[in-house]
């Protein structure tokens, strides 16, 4: 059985998120999302509800299940007995990031191995942050997250205003 790892801080989950696990699922047997905490990263949502809002965006795919982890990536790729882990890509600073961090990973655990997809072209603009700015000032995200959560994270996002 093919198992590939998809994590990510995800706060919050976008459309391109989503379009990566989907084109992910298709050449696996199971897809782990999981949702990661990031020493690196202050995020506006809990953990609790990052996994909510992925789960939310994932339900229609039978082969992918969403989870949460707060310990090492390499830790979580061998409990799960995955074959790679799988990163979206949408530029060449993203690429060098990557590559980076699959060495680091491969340092930790020698088994460990990483696809890297690039992006559609429709989204390579789209990241979390792009979302977390543009909702805060109130403008539409509707085209940047999955429309499933839309709501909840404009909601979120405008509370952070106050």
């Given at each position: 059985?093919?198992?590939l790892?998809?994590?990510g801080?995800?706060?919050?989950?976008?459309?391109?998120?989503?379009?990566?696990?989907?084109?992910?699922?298709?050449?696996c047997?199971?897809?782990?999302?999981?949702?990661?905490?990031?020493?690196?990263?202050?995020?506006v949502?809990?953990?609790?509800?990052?996994?909510?809002?992925?789960?939310?965006?994932?339900?229609?795919?039978?082969?992918?299940?969403?989870?949460?982890?707060t310990?090492?990536?390499?830790?979580?790729?061998?409990?799960?007995?995955?074959?790679?882990?799988?990163?979206?890509?949408?530029?060449?600073?993203?690429?060098?990031?990557?590559?980076?961090?699959?060495?680091?990973?491969?340092?930790?655990?020698?088994?460990?191995?990483?696809?890297?997809?690039?992006?559609?072209?429709?989204?390579?603009?789209?990241s979390?942050?792009?979302?977390?700015?543009?909702?805060?000032y109130?403008?539409?995200?509707?085209?940047?997250?999955p429309?499933?959560?839309?709501?909840?994270?404009?909601?979120?996002?405008m509370?952070?205003?106050v």
């Amino acid at each position: 059985m093919k198992v590939l790892l998809f994590p990510g801080s995800f706060d919050p989950f976008t459309r391109g998120h989503r379009d990566i696990a989907r084109r992910a699922a298709k050449v696996c047997d199971k897809l782990y999302v999981a949702v990661m905490e990031n020493s690196a990263k202050k995020t506006v949502f809990t953990l609790e509800e990052r996994e909510e809002l992925v789960k939310r965006s994932l339900t229609k795919y039978d082969n992918i299940e969403v989870i949460s982890s707060t310990g090492l990536l390499v830790d979580l790729y061998r409990q799960l007995g995955c074959c790679a882990v799988v990163r979206g890509i949408r530029s060449e600073s993203d690429f060098r990031y990557e590559a980076e961090l699959a060495l680091a990973n491969r340092l930790l655990c020698p088994e460990y191995d990483c696809l890297l997809l690039p992006c559609r072209d429709d989204m390579s603009l789209i990241s979390s942050s792009i979302v977390k700015e543009v909702g805060h000032y109130g403008g539409d995200i509707s085209k940047m997250v999955p429309s499933e959560i839309v709501d909840t994270v404009k909601d979120k996002l405008m509370k952070g205003r106050v």
